[in-house]
């Protein structure tokens, strides 16, 4: 299958700082990402789509002035969560969706996640 | 929205058993996964099944889409098979994929 890489993989960093977590498709094109987040115990919840080339879509709750992405080409995509706080503390996920014409053509692939935990 | 209901929320095997893991849907759907989430939190894709069975080794699928369901089969069970299984459904081809809460797998030895 595809593969999706995260980086970094755990960051911890102090209230009020920035931080920028990188995802990208190795062997495929990506034209759509998506960033989820997840508590502990508890299922994903999509945050936002991000399309190559144009502004993302965030889901209501989401702020997108605190959840910055961007997807400069068709194999990264990155969010910045800026001024962070304690609360912004989870595991962040990243995944990309084959538009190849292979045999994983619409299959999502998701990356091994950064676990964020802020002071 | 759509919802997506999975059963049982837990469930805890000896190794060896056989396990049928279970995932409702609400709507019509246009792309069905199955993922396996290990305990460092990677999800590991299992199935990609809108419709019809499929099959990898120990692990089978079957989605009836008419009927909003898909079953995950679980055989022989391993400790290595630990971990939350999620189903995860998407309505239509530009869509987002919405997960289910996931049903939280223990293999004792």
């Known amino acids: 299958g595809a593969v999706v890489s995260q980086h970094p993989s755990w960051v911890i960093c102090k209230s009020g700082t920035s931080v920028k977590i990188e995802c990208r498709s190795l062997?495929?094109?990506?034209?759509?990402m998506f960033w989820y987040r997840q508590f502990p115990k508890q299922s994903l919840m999509l945050m936002a789509t991000s399309n190559e080339g144009s502004k993302a879509t965030y889901e209501q709750g989401v702020e997108k002035d605190k959840f910055l992405i961007n997807h400069a080409s068709l194999t990264l995509s990155t969010l910045t969560v800026t001024s962070a706080h304690p609360e912004d503390s989870s595991f962040y996920i990243c995944?990309?969706?084959?538009?190849?014409?292979?045999?994983?053509?619409?299959?999502?692939?998701f990356g091994p996640g950064t676990r964020l935990t802020v002071l | 929205g759509i919802q997506v209901e999975q059963s049982p929320p837990d469930l805890i095997l000896q190794e060896g058993a056989n396990s049928t893991l279970r995932c409702n849907f609400s709507?019509?759907?246009?792309?069905l996964q199955w993922f396996h989430q290990n305990p460092w939190g990677q999800l590991i894709n299992l199935f990609y099944?809108?419709?019809g069975t499929k099959q990898n080794g120990r692990l089978s699928a079957t989605t009836v889409a008419t009927e909003r369901y898909s079953l995950l089969y679980i055989s022989s069970s391993q400790t290595t098979d630990s971990g939350v299984y999620f189903c995860?459904?998407?309505?239509?081809?530009?869509?987002?994929?919405?997960f289910g809460q996931g049903t939280e797998l223990s293999v004792k030895p």
């Open positions: 099944i809108p419709s």
């Open positions: 062997d495929f094109q990506a034209t759509t």
């Open positions: 709507d019509s759907v246009n792309n």
């Open positions: 995860a459904v998407r309505l239509n081809q530009g869509g987002k994929l919405i």
């Open positions: 995944s990309a969706r084959d538009r190849g014409s292979g045999i994983s053509y619409n299959e999502q692939f």
